[in-house]
């Protein structure tokens, strides 16, 4: 079932609209023609069938480039910058080529009789239209459809940049402190009529839930800190990584679920099985505290199988990033578009330096004893343990393998060189994926080990006669 999430900020006045779309609600229909697990080089034919057939290509900026979907410009670039690396098996998966998008947000603008509901027009403010869009899941452009009506027939008025009338950013959200705003009743018919006319009593379920997000801020900043559960189920859930993920409407999730799991069942062979982990990005140790309910709820549902330690933290990993690795054998990177942090790429490159200090020290980020870093102590008091399984506190190992997702490729070619000049790191593996079919976009999985690696030598010899 899908989860659209709809927003508005400023007395009756829509902006922007945020929609979440399960992949296994996908409608029932010939799926076009995809292609998977690719292996470089050579580089396929230009072909017609890998082609966008958009018909907002030309006026909508969502997209890129139009021909060659299964295979962007950028990968023969990252081919080559890998094979000077000494990896020559990079290989690149891209999954479904159209209709990947399970998440969108779309600006609103235009009037109430005729709202536009879409993308900025590169290098404008001006709304282009696209309800036929070929990347998003057909129940998003549904549930985009369904609003289009709810803003004409409640009178709902888009935001008007010229005139100033306000913000509307994602999911309902309303320029309001809360919900006993003036306006409330705007709100309310407005996420009302979506649930008679898309929820589960109408003739097309294509809403899972409605929620309110309460902003009063004029800054970019989307959401506000208040929510309001408006209609339907509590919990959206996806099925990534062989296990069930719950996400609040607040929580960060890939738009390519589906390139996403791949990724996932793909970083799953390079962890032993029985090692520590440490995921400084989603992280385990977490920057945003609103995933704390979502990481509780995803621990319930693990299989019973899953017999390890699984902690949850509220911390800022780029303070003291040492204090997290120690006692991990994998750590896991998975940074926004600008890379790693200063102090972490700092932390990774003078390991080997720090090793004996770690070995020294009585110092550990799960102590409490004599503990005064305010940082590690917040994030104490925001934990979750999940599991009877504890690390002892006297491990002071430090990990050997360093596996880095990352969605921009620019940012992880200045880490990774980073990394390896230090020679504390070599690069084993490397896999691309098509998060973002029409654009040149890359996902990468870089899989580091500890150490600088290079090519074992054979040793040389006669062979000995077998003896008759």
């Known amino acids: 079932m899908p989860l659209c999430l709809l927003s508005t900020r400023p007395p009756s006045s829509l902006t922007l609209i945020t929609c979440h779309a399960s992949p296994g609600s996908l409608r029932t229909h010939p799926s076009p023609p995809s292609t998977s697990s690719l292996s470089l080089p050579p580089t396929p034919p230009p072909s017609l069938t890998c082609a966008l057939h958009c018909p907002h290509f030309q006026s909508c900026s969502g997209c890129t480039h139009e021909f060659n979907l299964h295979r962007p410009i950028i990968v023969d670039e990252a081919t080559d910058f890998f094979n000077t690396l000494g990896v020559s098996d990079f290989t690149f998966d891209t999954c479904r080529l159209w209709e990947w998008r399970c998440r969108a947000k779309l600006a609103v603008r235009g009037s109430a009789e005729s709202p536009l509901i879409g993308l900025y027009q590169e290098g404008t403010h001006n709304v282009v239209d696209i309800p036929q869009c070929k990347a998003h899941h057909p129940n998003i452009n549904a549930a985009v459809e369904l609003l289009r009506r709810g803003i004409t027939e409640l009178n709902v008025e888009p935001y008007d940049e010229d005139q100033g009338t306000g913000k509307v950013q994602v999911s309902l959200v309303w320029n309001s402190r809360n919900e006993s705003s003036p306006n409330s009743e705007k709100l309310n018919a407005l996420a009302n009529f979506l649930w008679r006319n898309g929820g589960p009593k109408s003739n097309v379920h294509l809403i899972h839930s409605v929620w309110a997000n309460f902003q009063t801020s004029t800054n970019n900043i989307i959401f506000g800190n208040r929510w309001r559960h408006l209609l339907g189920e509590r919990d959206f859930w996806e099925h990534v990584g062989g296990i069930d993920i719950a996400l609040a409407p607040s929580s960060f999730g890939q738009a ?180 973002f079919p029409g654009t040149q976009s890359i996902e990468v999985l870089a899989v580091f080990k500890r150490g600088q690696g290079g090519l074992k030598k054979k040793k040389l010899g006669k062979k000995k006669k077998k003896r008759l």
Not at 318 to 336: C, N
Request: a positive charge.
């Open 256 to 435: 390519n679920t589906r390139a996403f799991d791949i990724l996932l069942r793909k970083l799953q062979k390079y962890v032993p099985f029985g090692a520590s982990v440490a995921d400084l990005s989603v992280k385990c140790i977490e920057i945003n505290k609103e995933s704390k309910l979502s990481f509780e709820k995803t621990a319930d549902r693990l299989p019973k199988i899953v017999d390890s330690s699984i902690s949850w933290h509220h911390a800022d990993a780029s303070k003291e990033p040492l204090s997290w690795m120690v006692g991990s054998d994998v750590i896991v990177v998975d940074p926004p578009r600008k890379g790693l942090d200063t102090s972490l790429v700092d932390a990774l490159q003078n390991i080997k330096s720090v090793k004996h200090k770690a070995k020294s020290s009585s110092e550990s980020p799960h102590e409490v004893k004599d503990e005064k870093r305010p940082w590690i102590l917040r994030a104490r008091e925001d934990s979750v343990q999940i599991g009877s399984k504890t690390t002892s506190v006297d491990s002071q190992a430090l990990p050997e393998t360093l596996i880095y997702i990352s969605c921009g490729w620019e940012s992880f070619k200045e880490d990774c060189k980073l990394l390896l000049s230090s020679k504390a790191w070599h690069l084993e593996k490397a896999h691309g994926y098509n998060f």
